[in-house]
């Protein structure tokens, strides 16, 4: 089945620290890949999305590219914030009749000043 | 634009009541699907609905279920209510139409069983 794995956290960083956040998954034909976050007390905000090979999504400074050869979609910033503190999770979508999103378990990244 | 909104956003209940949540999706949109988040489990689809019926469901049992009304607004209930049933309820919606897969959430409800 359509499966979606990403790596255990939770992550701590300090502030302007290089973040990678992986994840990999399993799907039949070509699947729509996402990063959402949740921050505390909130529901899930879109970060940024893929729909095919080789596009790579940004926004606010993470970008993550969909790596068909690897099935990938790992999450990198540059240079994290505090603010960047949340729980991500990476997700997929395939076709086939429904916009059902399937989730990793999500990976709670903390950055310290 | 006004965003996906979720009422009520806190509830508690006691075991064997029956609850019913709303969710009213971005105006333009006319899918609507349900989540359920617990820690042990994560992020679960419950059901989807576009255009007032049901296009997919997830792996809940009966006591799950929901609808969609002609302005796309829709409701999810929870009969016979059991401890595990507490969970953060979250409702997506949007355009259905299978190009985009943009999902925008709501806040959520919390649900407390008791």
């Known amino acids: 089945g359509n499966s979606v794995t990403q790596m255990e956290g939770p992550v701590t960083l300090s502030e302007e620290a290089f973040l990678t956040i992986n994840c990999t998954y399993t799907?039949?034909?070509?699947?729509?890949l996402f990063w959402y976050v949740q921050y505390p007390g909130e529901g899930l905000q879109l970060l940024l999305k893929?729909?095919?090979?080789?596009d790579k999504g940004s926004n606010k400074g993470f970008e993550a590219t969909y790596r068909k050869e690897t099935t990938s979609f790992h999450l990198e910033k540059g240079s994290v914030q505090v603010s960047d503190s949340a729980v991500y999770f990476c997700?997929?979508?395939?076709?086939?009749?429904?916009?059902?999103?399937?989730f990793g378990k999500g990976t709670k990244l903390t950055v310290n000043p | 634009k006004a965003g996906v909104t979720q009422t009520p956003r806190y509830l508690i209940k006691t075991r064997g009541q029956q609850v019913t949540l709303s969710c009213s999706p971005i105006?333009?949109?006319?899918?609507v699907s349900w989540y359920q988040q617990t820690p042990g489990q994560g992020l679960q689809f419950l059901f989807e609905?576009?255009?007032?019926?049901?296009?997919n469901k997830g792996n809940f049992p009966g006591r799950f279920s929901g609808r969609q009304f002609s302005n796309s607004r829709s409701e999810m209930n929870v009969s016979t209510l059991e401890l595990g049933d507490s969970a953060l309820y979250l409702c997506?919606?949007?355009?259905?139409?299978?190009?985009?897969?943009?999902?925008?959430f709501g806040p959520g409800t919390r649900l407390t069983v008791t």
């Open positions: 105006s333009g949109h006319r899918s």
């Open positions: 799907a039949t034909g070509y699947p729509s």
């Open positions: 893929a729909t095919k090979a080789d």
């Open positions: 997700a997929l979508s395939y076709p086939g009749g429904s916009e059902k999103l399937v």
């Open positions: 997506a919606s949007s355009f259905g139409d299978q190009i985009s897969y943009e999902q925008y």
């Open positions: 609905y576009f255009s007032e019926t049901q296009r």
